[in-house]
């Protein structure tokens, strides 16, 4: 047993070596990415669960690094956050999906909207808003054909400051979804304050229904809970039919997941848009 603990000791501090490297990889690359022009959006579809249509798409980020390729966001986004970086990839992201759903409208595809995830250092940002504005402005866009995904520490960062740039942005038209619901420390009261349109129901809470009975429980107070403050529940990782049919009869709108698609570039992300019906 002694002999074990030592040996996967050994692998951790391997692992977390890898890891430290690949820290300082990211952190002498990522202030040249947004001019190397090495960001990507990818699109994963939100689809209605009764028609299986789909009524939106989620912009995430992706980072074509020069040596250690293609990667996902929990390899940098933490790295960019703690570094400064966020607001300006952020306002990248911004520009970058309003520029896409632009000429999505261009080639007469389906009309959805598009969320797009903010991070708590966006907010402090003074001119979030105004920031908002002129991307969707010059792309001949308007308020209602963006979402805002925030997480609950978000809003529970600088309670003050953050309402009031959440009324601003709601009041140009935009829809606020809380992200990653239930995962957060903050209280239930917040959402009333902050009167969110979407509340997206965290991936942890539906990878075990409807087998376990709690977090079907779960899963069940919330859609009830944002029904009945007429707010829309989208469904995280939906990966099997079973997850779906469970949540469809427990009365939840829209769902996005693996079951669907993966979130992927934005060419394959225009099949789907042109099938339109993804079950
Ligand atoms: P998130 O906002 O909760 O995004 C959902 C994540 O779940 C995505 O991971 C997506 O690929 C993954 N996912 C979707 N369906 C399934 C499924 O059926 N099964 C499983 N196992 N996973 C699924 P991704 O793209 O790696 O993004 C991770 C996180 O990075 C996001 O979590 C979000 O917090 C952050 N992120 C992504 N793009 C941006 C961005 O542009 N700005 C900021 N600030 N954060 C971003
Ligand atoms: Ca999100
Ligand atoms: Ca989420
Ligand atoms: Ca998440």
């Known amino acids: 047993a002694k002999s074990a603990g030592r040996n996967s000791y050994k692998f951790y501090t391997a692992d977390l070596n890898a890891r430290a490297r690949e820290i300082l990889e990211i952190e ?4 040249y990415a947004l001019d190397r022009d090495e960001f990507v959006l990818h699109y994963q579809p939100q689809v209605d669960l009764r ?6 798409a989620e912009a995430l980020i992706r ?10 966001p929990v390899r940098f986004i933490e790295v960019a956050e703690e570094r400064g970086f966020i607001v300006q ?28 995830n903010l991070s708590t250092l966006q907010f ?23 979402d805002v995904e925030v997480t ?47 509340l997206k129901i965290d991936r942890s809470f539906v990878r075990d229904i409807p087998m376990d009975a709690d977090d079907s429980a779960i ?9 009945n403050l007429n707010m829309t529940v989208i469904a995280e990782g939906v990966e099997t039919i079973e997850q779906w049919k469970f949540l469809d009869r427990e009365g939840c709108h829209a769902a996005q997941g693996y079951l669907l698609a993966k979130p992927v570039p934005a060419k394959e992300f225009e099949k789907l848009l042109e099938k339109g019906v993804l079950l």
Request: aromatic share 6%; hydrophobic share 40%.
């Open 51 to 56: 028609t299986g249509e789909i009524i939106g």
């Open 63 to 72: 980072w074509q690094h020069p040596d250690l390729g293609l990667l996902g």
């Open 219 to 227: 899963a069940r107070a919330i859609i009830n809970m944002a029904k």
């Open 124 to 146: 402090k940002q003074q001119d979030l808003a105004v920031h908002l504005q002129r991307a969707l402005s010059a792309h001949g866009l308007v308020g209602s054909d963006l």
């Open 28 to 31: 002498s690359q990522l202030r």
């Open 89 to 116: 990839i952020g306002n990248w992201v911004i520009q970058e999906a309003c520029r896409q759903l632009a000429q999505w409208r261009r080639q007469g595809l389906p009309r959805i909207s598009l969320a797009v």
């Open 152 to 198: 609950e520490s978000v809003i529970m960062d600088d309670v003050e400051t953050t309402i009031h740039t959440i009324d601003r942005i709601k009041s140009m038209g935009l829809q606020l979804s809380i992200d990653d619901f239930g995962t957060g420390y903050s209280s239930l009261s917040y959402l009333k304050r902050f009167k969110a349109d979407k």
